[in-house]
């Protein structure tokens, strides 16, 4: 066996410090044709949309300003799992609090940005493309990850997008396609003869007068989606989970997930979503239902993954476009609120709580202020588990989180 | 884009430099309707545009019969109980109707404020919603506006079934601004705040929105610049008199009717949120000059849309007169991303790339491959082959080319029209399987994808 590709950047290391700026890449590369395939690390987004009320997530139970601004919807210290003194894990959160015994769950406290946009849609776009609204935005931040990883080692799939939904901004590259695949069974080209697919795939590749335009764009889109579904038809029969997953769309997503990273694809990005964080009224069963169904779905992945011996080359973060208010609502709800903590689960995680939480005396509109940028756990994983430079996929230098354990990096 | 001359754009198209033919017909009917038969692009080309044109925005053509159908089979579909045969019955409505501009609007407005059966549950508050917006459609957008605030399927999915004084819930108040009225950015935060206020006290009971006196907050409000102690109504009529108003909706029409993208230039758009702001907001003007606009009938906006489903699935049955198992029809478009009454979220569907990733690619094409296979699908009643026989194909020249013009807002490759015709005259199967195959190929090509 050759020289895995994260032992080889930690024997090298000191001499990429020597090199200065452009050696990483250099190594990278070297790294990457060294390797076998199948020790590239893979990250998985879990997004969790409309808002996910974070101080109901990581609970501090015992402050006075989280009691008294929630009446009806604060959680006491007794039904929590403690995290330390101060903080605890929600009660639904079992898998997680699993996770975080066993050293395989961090969190990272109060993640937000400066001058937080509190629209759905606009505070998801600055999550997904690290740009603001009057900034020029064509792609996502994954876009221009997978931009460099295609031009380290040119990969069939280097990202996948599972699920329903509409492809998400984050995926959006100027020069590849990422495919999405909403299931296995149904990803496929149904003929009405067997001459259907070659056909269709010559009438498509043919070079169109204006392949700058949508119709370019619509063009490389089918050849990826024909290309795609025949790799997924020719390798992916016969996987067997080795745990029970729940019964739920994120966790068929993520299962088809660890499928994939069974079988032969090189993908190194995946991305999934789960819809309902945005909890205006009557949040309390609902909040604990969508929590239960993440954390029981990511736990059976990482478990399941772990079995199949792919443990050590995974990384879960779970984010949100932002948490909501303090105070809560009438209708026993909260409103758009900023900063809320995200999650990182794997074999390589550094357990437990990463930087400060926002003060809960200190607040703007009512909101808690954050305090790690979202682009600094961007940088993070982008530098130190996927092996890219972030200055060019962020838009300008932010601090990595440090989130690995210290035997890892 | 930033070339037009923005005179010139918004002027009537002119026979003079855009002959009107069948294939620009075919253009106005796909984006101001689902895609026309035949006969009626023939018609058509025998008036001029803004005949065409008018009749779409005025005509008021379907039947009492028609109404009175479609009215008993709204309520079947409430009877049983289940939003989930509402989509079936408004696809109907998409391949039946005769008013097709007034349903697209309809469509238009259902994604502008977006409601989804998921959460409202009960057939009868989105049927009403429905009729709402199709009463509204091409009428005035203020009144559109104050009767969607009041609409109990709205309120319920936005969480404002109830708003007490104490802690006003936001969410009606930000959508107003954000999606229905301003666009992102238009207002503060503290803009939300004071109009959530506004609507304090406003209540559904019984499937019906009833004014509660007690919780209302009736103390002075300052929105947008304003002040005074004012109520929801005070409060709508204030977004809705921002100049950024005409500016948001005329923006999203252009994105609707013109091009995708890029995103026009507001100079651009200038002419007409003008006109929508001085003729009171008021849509049919606004939508009558943009169809027989020099811009619509030019390269800049032929072949510069993405089809949506629901344009890609009725529009394939209208233009090549067909019928098929509504059910299997409607099920089908899941897979494509767009289920009518079931919108994604609260701002409906993005449209344009947005609707194109493999996943529904290979459904579009699935879709059409399973109404060419139904056994309940009819062409003009019969076959592909009687379809084309009425139509005096006997050539696959002939064929080829009248599929483009039915079926395409931008023509094939020369050699993808020698490889289809070839097919039709000497590949496998028998004629009508050859036929159909054909069908299939064209619609699983980029050219179809785009309107």
């Known amino acids: 066996m050759s020289l895995s590709r994260r032992r080889f950047l930690a024997l090298s290391a000191p001499a990429m410090m020597a090199f200065g700026r452009s050696a990483p890449r250099l190594f990278a590369q070297a790294a990457n044709q060294s390797s076998e395939k199948d020790s590239d690390n893979i990250l998985v987004v879990v997004q969790m949309s409309g808002g996910n009320d974070g101080l109901n997530t990581v609970i501090p139970h015992s402050h006075d300003e989280y009691k008294k601004s929630r009446p009806t919807l604060a959680i006491s210290k007794d039904d929590v799992f403690a995290i330390d003194d101060d903080f605890g894990l929600h009660p639904e959160l079992n898998g997680f609090a699993d996770l975080l015994e066993d050293g395989r769950l961090g969190i990272v406290q109060g993640v937000g940005y400066p001058n937080p946009n509190r629209s759905h849609f606009e505070s998801m776009d600055i999550w997904h493309t690290c740009f603001r609204k009057n900034e020029s935005r064509q792609d996502g931040w994954l876009g221009r990850a997978i931009d460099q990883v295609q031009q ?10 599972l699920g329903h939904q509409k492809q998400p901004f984050a995926l959006t590259s100027l020069v590849h396609r990422v495919p999405t695949v909403k299931s296995l069974d149904q990803f496929r080209l149904e003929p009405l003869s067997q001459m259907t697919v070659p056909e269709l795939q010559q009438g498509v590749r043919l070079e169109r007068s204006e392949s700058a335009n949508l119709l370019g764009f619509v063009q490389s889109s089918t050849e990826n989606a024909l290309d795609v579904a025949q790799r997924m038809l020719e390798t992916t029969s016969g996987y067997q989970p080795s745990v029970t997953y729940p019964e739920s769309p994120i966790a068929n997503d993520l299962k088809t997930i660890a499928q994939l990273i069974d079988s032969e694809f090189a993908t190194r990005i995946y991305y999934v979503e789960i819809d309902g964080f945005d909890t205006h009224s009557e949040q309390a069963l609902a909040h604990a239902s969508l929590l239960k169904h993440v954390s029981e779905s990511v736990t059976a992945f990482l478990n399941d993954i772990q079995q199949h011996g792919h443990g050590d080359r995974v990384l879960v973060t779970c984010f949100s476009e932002f948490g909501r208010r303090v105070a809560e609502n009438a209708s026993k709800g909260t409103d758009h609120g900023t900063a809320a903590p995200m999650f990182l689960a794997g074999n390589a995680v550094q357990p437990g709580l990463i930087g400060e939480h926002p003060d809960l005396t200190n607040l703007e509109q009512g909101d808690l202020v954050f305090h790690t940028d979202f682009r600094e756990v961007y940088a993070g994983i982008l530098e130190n588990w ?24 | 884009m930033h070339d037009i001359d923005p005179g010139w754009a918004w002027s009537p198209v002119e026979e003079s430099q855009q002959p009107w033919t069948r294939q620009l017909a075919a253009h106005l009917y796909r984006r101001a309707g689902f895609s026309a038969t035949s006969e009626t692009l023939d018609e058509a080309a025998n008036k001029s545009a803004a005949e065409v044109v008018a009749e779409l925005v005025d005509g008021r053509t379907e039947s009492e019969e028609y109404l009175a159908q479609m009215k008993q089979l709204g309520r079947t579909v409430v009877a049983t109980g289940n939003v989930e045969n509402l989509p079936a019955w408004w696809m109907y409505r998409f391949l039946t109707t005769t008013d097709m501009l007034r349903e697209k609007m309809t469509l238009f407005w259902h994604g502008h404020f977006a409601t989804s059966g998921d959460k409202v549950t009960d057939p009868q508050l989105m049927v009403d919603q429905n009729e709402l917006l199709r009463r509204n459609s091409l009428g005035n957008f203020g009144t559109l506006v104050a009767e969607i605030s009041r609409n109990p399927a709205m309120l319920i999915y936005l969480d404002s079934v109830t708003n007490r004084k104490a802690h006003p819930n936001e969410n009606f108040a930000r959508e107003v601004m954000e999606l229905f009225a301003l666009g992102e950015g238009r207002y503060t935060e503290d803009d939300i705040r004071e109009l959530s206020r506004c609507f304090t006290g406003w209540e559904i009971r019984n499937g019906r929105y009833r004014f509660n006196r007690y919780q209302h907050d009736s103390g002075r409000k300052s929105i947008l610049g304003q002040e005074g102690p004012f109520d929801g109504d005070e409060g709508v009529a204030i977004v809705l008199d921002q100049p950024a108003l005409p500016d948001f909706i ?6 609707f009717f013109i091009a995708d993208e890029p995103a026009p230039p507001a100079e651009l758009l200038a002419p007409l949120t003008i006109e929508f702001r001085e003729n009171g907001l008021n849509i049919a003007p606004v939508l009558k000059r943009i169809l027989s606009s020099q811009l619509f009938y030019s390269p800049h906006s032929v072949a510069r849309k993405v089809r949506s489903p629901v344009e890609f699935s009725v529009g394939f049955l209208r233009a090549l007169e067909g019928s098929t198992d509504q059910y299997a029809l409607t099920s089908g478009l899941s897979e494509l991303g767009q289920v009518p009454f079931f919108p994604p979220n609260v701002k409906g569907w993005d449209g344009g790339r947005t609707w194109i990733n493999s996943s529904t690619l ?7 491959q399973s109404i060419l296979k139904n056994k309940n699908t009819r062409f003009s009643n019969g076959t592909l082959s009687d ?10 020249q002939e064929i080829i080319d009248w599929l483009e013009t039915m079926l395409l807002a931008v023509s094939l490759p020369e050699t993808v029209r020698l ?14 399987e050859r036929l159909k195959e054909v069908v299939h190929l064209i619609c699983g090509l980029p050219e179809y994808q785009l309107s």
């Open chain 2, 250 to 255: 005329i923006g999203k029409l252009y994105q």
């Open chain 2, 387 to 396: 379809l084309f026989d009425k139509h005096r194909l006997n050539s696959s």
């Open chain 2, 362 to 368: 290979l459904a579009r094409s699935n879709l059409i």
């Open chain 2, 419 to 432: 490889q289809l015709q070839s097919k039709i005259d000497s590949g496998s199967g028998n004629r009508e």
């Open chain 1, 152 to 161: 380290q080692s040119s990969l069939d799939i280097p990202a996948l997008h």
């Open chain 1, 386 to 409: 996927l092996n890219l430079e972030s200055k060019r996929v962020l838009g300008g230098s932010f601090d990595p989180v440090a989130f690995l354990n210290s035997s890892v990096s």
